[in-house]
C-alpha cells in the first residue's frame, strides 16, 4: 500500500472520524480499504479483509484507513505494522471494561509507539497531547487543536479525562487544523492557516474535532495533493454514522438518536441538542452494565422525560427523581415503550429525541426498518 495503514482509535468518535477520513481521501482520488464502521475488533477487521479481498490475497488499495478498539489496538499493531495513528482523545469509558483512564492511556501509548511514521493528535485533549510531546525523534507530530472560544462555548469543552500524566517533555508542533467555532451542524476551522467552512453530520463541537482530526490526517498523508475545497465538499456529503445524531424516519416521524456510550458521549451530546427536546425518550439496557455514573452527568437540558424504558429504566427514573425531571412513564418493555412514545403528539421544534444506549440504538433501527447493521461492536 503506497500510503500506508492509518489506525484510528481513542475512546470516543473513532467511527466519525474514519468515515470522514475515508470520505476526504477518497475525494481525492486515493483507494481506501477500511473496515465498517464499529467493526474495530480483530474479527471485525477480518471479516472487512475476508469481505473485500481477491483470492489472491493482496490488497489493491493505495491505503488501509483502520477504525482500531483501543485494548485491542496493541496486537493489531503488531500484526499490521501502522505507519501512522490518529489519537482522537482519552476519556472517561466503560468503566466495567477499562477501568481507570491510567489504564486506557497505556494502551494508547503503546499504539503510538507502533506508529513507524506520524502521529496525529488532539492537543485540545491533555492526555493525548502527552502522548504527542512523548514521541520517538523518528516520528512525525501532527497537531490539531480547539481554540480557546470554541472551548469556553461548551459547556463541558471536549469533556477529557483526568490528566493521566505530566512533565517536562517536547514541545508540540503548531496545530495544523484549529476549530475556531462551531454552530449548529457547521464549523469554521483554520486549516494551515487558511479559514474554512465545513459541515458536520450532526451539531456539536466533538464532531467539529472528528473533522479536524480527519482533515489533518489526510493533509498529512496527500502532502500537495491535499485540496480544502475537496475536503469540505466530501465532508459536506456525508450522512451521520449509525445513531451518532441520526434521524430516523420511525413510521413516519422523525427521531433523533442521542447515544450514551459512556459519560463523555451522553454529555457532549446532550450539550450540542440546542434545545430543552419537548418530547423525549430514554432507552437503556444491560448494555449499559453500571449506569452509576448518570450521577456525575449534567442532566439541565432536560427539564422532563416522556418514557423511561430498557432493563435499567428504574435506575434512570431514580437518577431523574434526584435532579427533578419529571417522568411521563416507566416502561421497562422496549417494544412497548417505543409505541407509547410513538403514540405521543409530536413537537413543533423539531424532532422527537430518543436517548439511547448503544444496544437499544441498534434494535430501535431495526424495529424502524434500518437493516444496514454496524460491522462489530
Not at 512533565?167 to 503548531?174: I, K, S
Not at 432493563?311 to 411521563?328: E, N, S
Request: aromatic share 4%.
Amino acid at each position: 500500500m503506497a500510503l500506508g495503514v492509518v489506525f484510528v482509535t481513542g475512546s470516543n468518535g473513532k467511527s466519525t472520524t474514519t468515515n470522514m477520513l475515508v470520505a476526504v481521501l477518497r475525494a481525492h482520488g486515493v483507494r481506501v480499504f477500511t473496515n465498517p464502521s464499529g467493526a474495530n475488533l480483530p474479527q471485525g477487521i477480518a471479516s472487512a479483509l475476508l469481505a473485500t479481498v481477491p483470492l489472491d490475497g493482496r490488497v489493491r488499495d493505495d491505503l488501509a484507513v483502520l477504525e482500531v478498539d483501543e485494548a485491542y489496538g496493541v496486537g493489531l499493531a503488531d500484526r499490521l505494522a501502522p505507519t501512522d495513528v490518529l489519537l482522537l482523545n482519552l476519556q472517561i469509558d466503560q468503566l466495567n471494561r477499562f477501568h481507570e483512564p491510567d489504564r486506557v492511556y497505556r494502551m494508547l501509548e503503546q499504539i503510538a509507539t507502533r506508529a513507524r511514521r506520524r502521529l496525529i493528535v488532539n492537543a485540545a485533549d491533555p492526555n493525548t497531547a502527552d502522548l504527542g510531546r512523548g514521541a520517538r525523534a523518528d516520528q512525525k507530530v501532527v497537531v490539531f487543536d480547539v481554540a480557546p472560544a470554541a472551548l469556553a462555548a461548551s459547556p463541558h469543552g471536549v469533556a477529557p479525562a483526568p490528566r493521566v500524566t505530566s512533565g517536562a517533555r517536547a514541545t508540540l508542533p503548531q496545530a495544523d487544523v484549529v476549530v475556531d467555532s462551531t454552530a449548529g451542524s457547521a464549523a469554521e476551522l483554520t486549516i494551515n492557516g487558511e479559514r474554512a467552512s465545513v459541515a458536520l453530520p450532526s451539531r456539536g463541537l466533538h464532531y467539529a474535532v472528528d473533522a479536524a482530526g480527519a482533515i489533518a490526517t489526510a493533509r498529512s498523508l496527500l502532502g500537495d495533493r491535499f485540496s480544502i475545497t475537496t475536503a469540505s465538499t466530501a465532508l459536506g456529503a456525508l450522512e451521520t454514522v449509525y445513531g451518532r445524531g441520526e434521524i430516523l424516519d420511525a413510521k413516519g416521524q422523525p427521531i433523533e438518536l442521542v447515544m450514551m456510550k459512556n459519560p463523555p458521549s451522553l454529555q457532549l451530546n446532550l450539550d450540542s441538542l440546542g434545545r430543552v427536546p419537548q418530547c423525549v425518550m430514554i432507552a437503556v439496557d444491560e448494555g449499559t452494565p453500571d449506569p452509576s455514573w448518570i450521577y456525575d452527568t449534567d442532566l439541565s437540558m432536560l427539564d422532563h422525560v416522556d418514557v423511561v424504558t430498557g432493563t435499567k429504566a428504574h435506575q434512570w427514573a431514580t437518577r431523574l427523581a434526584y435532579a427533578g425531571i419529571p417522568v411521563g412513564a416507566v416502561i421497562e418493555d422496549f417494544r412497548s415503550a417505543v409505541d407509547a412514545f410513538l403514540a405521543l403528539d409530536p413537537p413543533d421544534d423539531g424532532p422527537k429525541v430518543g436517548i439511547v444506549n448503544y444496544e437499544l440504538m441498534m434494535e430501535l433501527r431495526l424495529m424502524m426498518g434500518y437493516l444496514d447493521l454496524e460491522g462489530g461492536s
